[in-house]
Nanobody, 124 residues
Framework: QVRLVESGGGLVQAGGSLRLSCAAS????????MGWFRQAPGKEREFVAV????????TYAASVKGRFTISRDNAKNTMYLQMTSLKPEDTAVYYC?????????????????WGQGTQVTVSS
């Protein structure tokens, strides 16, 4: 498994932007599909975005498509989530995840390793 550490969360006003980072340990980062999930209080963890191991393919949840951009730098063992036009409903703990079993996984069960999460709060 790979160790994942998220950063970049914080408090932002509606309409603002944030960039989350996910730093991975180990030499096999480039073999993992990487994803972002989020979990709001009282709700289940939900899929946000995923990027293939080479970074050539991405998939987004309908709720964030056109506002969020996922990317990765395999040379730096880091994945990013650029979030723009943030809304109060984007408020959640954001988790990064790594998986090797599928090229573009989107389900929680498809991922093998998880970070500890970073809080994103969007005020209205």
């Amino acid at each position: 498994q790979v160790r994942l550490v998220e950063s970049g969360g914080g408090l932002v006003q509606a309409g603002g932007s944030l960039r989350l980072s996910c730093a991975a340990s180990g030499r096999t980062f480039s073999s993992y599909a990487m994803g972002w999930f989020r979990q709001a209080p009282g709700k289940e963890r939900e899929f946000v975005a995923v990027i293939s191991w080479r970074g050539t393919d991405t998939t987004y949840a309908a709720s964030v498509k056109g506002r969020f951009t996922i990317s990765r730098d395999n040379a730096k063992n880091t994945m990013y989530l650029q979030m723009t036009s943030l809304k109060p409903e984007d408020t959640a703990v954001y988790y990064c995840a790594a998986g090797t079993r599928f090229p573009i996984p989107t389900r929680v069960a498809d991922f093998d390793s998880w970070g500890q999460g970073t809080q994103v709060t969007v005020s209205s």
